[in-house]
């Protein structure tokens, strides 16, 4: 597996329990504060390899980014992917158990690819069991939401991207969520194409009741054999060889086990 190429960076994967994939390019170019270009906080909870990181840096030109992960070789490559990118002045990437993570601010914006497979059989691979599932030993969905709530800032926002039929369970942990609780400001549900279910929920998520609204992206047009118009548009700054090299087959692949 080489380096991963994009428009203005590229990264390597080898090493990360969790490579480059489609929930973190969508997280990555979805997440974010509406109409600003002020400096702002973020912190990506889980980074993986750093794409997530990097696609906010990217995204945001006046953003300082800190990257956290509790597996030490995803955190030795996401820095070094870090380190060769046009942003290295301002990535810091920390190898931390999130619910003991502690910061010198409140962050403006937190993002995350979370674990999420709850029944699902696990890997023999023990650090991509903890990548991918959410259990006690890993970072159950009330101990995000609980430490998200108490790092972000007064009208900062938590952006997720989880599997669809977890979207309501979450919302009603957000809203438990301690010391603050957490409300539905911005949802985009995630369709491989018209006539199918919604495979996975983006969720941006507030101490304001400020709902944005509700909307559907779909990746594929009615036929299933090109990309639709909306999902181009939203990815474009990134990547044209995401949609040929990587994409399809991977997505197609999460659809399925979706299902």
Excluded at 58 to 76: G, H, K, M, N
Excluded at 171 to 181: C, D, N, Q, S
Excluded at 201 to 218: I, P, Y
Aim: charged share 20%; glycine share 6%.
């Amino acid at each position: 597996m080489g380096p991963f190429c994009f428009k203005q960076f590229s990264l390597n994967h080898e090493r990360s329990a969790m490579p480059v994939n489609t929930d973190g390019v969508l997280l990555g170019a979805w997440a974010g504060l509406c109409g600003t270009d002020a400096s702002l906080r973020i912190l990506d909870v889980g980074t993986g390899c750093g794409i997530v990181a990097l696609m906010m840096a990217q995204r945001f030109p006046e953003a300082t980014i800190d990257a956290l992960d509790i597996d030490l070789p995803s955190v030795e490559e996401a820095a070094e992917n870090a380190v060769s990118s046009p942003w290295s002045s301002r990535i810091a990437v920390y190898c931390s158990d999130f619910r003991n993570f502690e910061a010198e601010h409140p962050y403006d914006l937190i993002v995350s690819n979370p674990p999420f497979f709850l029944d699902s059989l696990k890997t023999p691979d023990a650090r991509r069991t903890n990548a991918r599932h959410s259990h006690s030993g890993s970072l159950p969905h009330g101990a995000l939401l609980r430490r998200a709530a108490a790092l972000l800032g007064s009208s900062g926002q938590f952006a997720v991207i989880l599997p669809a039929d977890q979207a309501e369970s979450f919302l009603e942990m957000a809203a438990l969520a301690k010391p603050f609780p957490l409300y539905l400001n911005r949802r985009t549900n995630v369709y491989s194409h018209k006539g199918k279910p919604a495979f996975r929920v983006l969720l941006s998520l507030g101490r304001a009741k400020e709902k944005q609204g509700e909307d559907a992206l779909f990746i594929y047009n009615e036929t299933g054999a090109e990309y639709n118009p909306v999902y181009i548009q939203l990815v474009k700054d990134f990547s044209e060889i995401f949609f040929s090299m990587y994409s399809r087959n991977n997505l197609l692949l999460k659809c399925s086990s979706a299902r």
